[in-house]
């Protein structure tokens, strides 16, 4: 997960620059490979991270966490697993090493195969309409859990009835009672730009706790690759929040309930 001072970057060359020198290097590495499958591509910050936008459309993005940095290419990681199987991946992401990045060709296979998936997709959309996953069904709790669990090291518990998921002992996600919504636990800069982009998927919590990051789903209004952008970014933040956080910082005893 990205250092606040990271999150906080309008550039990618202001992110980059405080990592240490083998963590950019192997980013800036990946950032030209990815230039060079997608030379249209621009540049952008997307939910603290580096990414690529192409035809209004993110395609891929990477970063850094404390002891590796990922690449995240989106649903096409599946498609080449068996060529990924020296890296440890989940659901749309490549941990690497710094001194083991993937191949240039790879790069360019899964940067190719996500523009292909994303805009072809577009492409086809006659006009806006509900947001739908895989095979036409509008998106479930039971799809909510599959991908809050397809995470690496997430694990279900129960938090005041509801179900919920952790990572690190920490809980990032949960599921409302009612099966038609769940809450991320983002940065509230995280948690602008989800609101930003998607308004109808996502809204803050009440009080406190939707001020501090915490962000309702609404599940028959989001689409799988952004939800799971969503789940990522929430594990990460769970991995990275110290041990030693304040009372406050606990999940609030209602979680999951919106002003209206």
């Not at 192409?54 to 096409?76: E, N, Q, T, W």
């Not at 959309?125 to 599959?146: E, H, I, K, M, Y």
């Amino acid at each position: 997960m990205t250092s606040p001072k990271m999150s906080q970057a309008a550039t990618i060359d202001e992110y980059l620059a405080p990592l240490p020198a083998d963590q950019r290097a192997a980013l800036e590495w990946l950032r030209r490979q990815i230039k060079a499958a997608a030379p249209g591509a621009e540049e952008c910050i997307s939910y603290g991270v580096p990414a690529f936008r192409l035809d209004g459309r993110m395609i891929v993005s990477f970063g850094a966490a404390a002891k590796h940095c990922a690449f995240y290419p989106g649903a096409v990681v599946e498609q080449y697993k068996r060529e990924l199987s020296g890296y440890s991946t989940s659901k749309g992401t490549v941990r690497f090493q710094p001194d083991h990045p993937l191949p240039a060709a790879l790069v360019r296979k899964l940067v190719k195969a996500q523009i292909a998936r994303r805009i072809g997709k577009k492409q086809r959309a006659p006009a806006p309409a509900p947001r739908r996953v895989r095979g036409g069904t509008t998106l479930t709790a039971a799809d909510f859990r599959r991908m809050a669990l397809g995470l690496r090291g997430a694990v279900e518990g129960a938090h005041m009835g509801h179900p919920d998921f952790r990572a690190s002992g920490r809980i990032f996600a949960t599921l409302h009672g009612d099966g038609r919504r769940g809450m991320v636990k983002l940065t509230p800069e995280q948690q602008e730009e989800f609101v930003r982009e998607h308004p109808a998927a996502f809204e803050p919590e009440s009080g406190a706790w939707g001020r501090e990051g915490c962000t309702a789903v609404q599940l028959d209004a989001v689409d799988a690759d952004t939800l799971g952008a969503a789940l990522t970014l929430a594990r990460r933040n769970a991995e990275d929040r110290p041990v030693g956080r304040s009372r406050r910082s606990a999940m609030p005893a209602r979680a999951g309930r919106r002003a209206r």
